[in-house]
């Protein structure tokens, strides 16, 4: 009997425990650090692209944790690197600082993908601020071809972060006609909680299984992407000859650890 207790309560200690983990992670408590340092390669692969930069939130942070996106994403090769820069609370005025100076120092980012807004919809109430927000950071990257997750909250949650969430993503819609180089993946229909992959309590992040999910998702959607890129710039270069000699850049990337986040957030 006593024996039948004590398990009991060491599975409930052990579940507690993980929840707890995942709850502090998601408030910034626990940061995960953008993963390894890239091996040496050449700058520009045989697709003609050179490196994805991803900046997220603690949203990515969890799919690259328990998801290992990034890992993934470099073994399909589309392009010479990944570097994936995701830190908790994270708004998108904080990513556009973060893109700008990825953009100066590390050469040959031919993609970006984006999973911000989040935060910003928890903390921002102004109607104008999502179109505002997006102009910017659209302006910052140019015509680097950009992939953006939208926002999605749990339908159980806050209603005014969920309406929020919507008005960001009607935004993110509308900002396609101004910027032919934007695309979306829409997390925001694609995900439906059930069984263990869905929110916790707090209504933004997600157990472990969400997390896995969210990871599985995020690949597919940036594999797409990528493979839309490399097939527009066959279609678009292939009655160019060029009889320049191009050099190759064979720098070494590395992925660096922020300290760690202290913002309450994604």
């Not at 980012?109 to 179109?131: F, Q």
């Amino acid at each position: 009997m006593n024996k039948r207790i004590l398990t009991s309560r060491q599975k409930f200690t052990q579940r507690l425990g993980a929840y707890v983990a995942i709850i502090l992670f998601g408030l910034g408590t626990v940061y995960v650090a953008p993963i390894g340092v890239q091996a040496k390669q050449a700058s520009i692969n045989p697709n003609g692209q050179g490196k994805l930069l991803i900046v997220g939130d603690s949203l990515t942070i969890g799919a690259n944790a328990f998801g290992a996106l990034a890992t993934k994403l470099r073994a399909e090769k589309v392009w010479s690197g990944v570097i994936l820069d995701a830190k908790a609370g994270r708004r998108t005025s904080h990513g556009i600082q973060t893109i700008s100076k990825r953009l100066q120092t590390t050469p040959n980012i031919t993609a970006l993908v984006v999973a911000l807004g989040t935060n910003d919809m928890i903390s921002r109430r102004e109607t104008k601020y999502p179109r505002l927000v997006i102009d910017q950071l659209m302006t910052k990257v140019g015509q680097i071809p950009v992939l953006w997750v939208n926002v999605k909250f749990s339908p159980t949650g806050r209603a005014d972060w969920r309406a929020r969430g919507v008005r960001f993503n009607r935004e993110l819609r509308k900002a396609q006609s101004r910027y032919p180089n934007l695309h979306i993946a829409d997390w925001s229909t694609s995900f439906v909680p059930s069984g263990k992959s869905r929110y916790i309590v707090d209504g933004v992040h997600l157990t472990v299984s969400g997390y896995k999910t969210r990871a599985a998702w995020m690949q597919s959607q940036i594999i797409t992407y990528g493979t839309n890129i490399i097939n527009a710039t066959t279609t678009t270069s292939t009655t160019i000859v060029d009889s320049t000699t191009t050099s190759v850049d064979s720098t070494t990337t590395t992925t660096t650890t922020d300290t760690p986040a202290t913002t309450q957030g994604t």
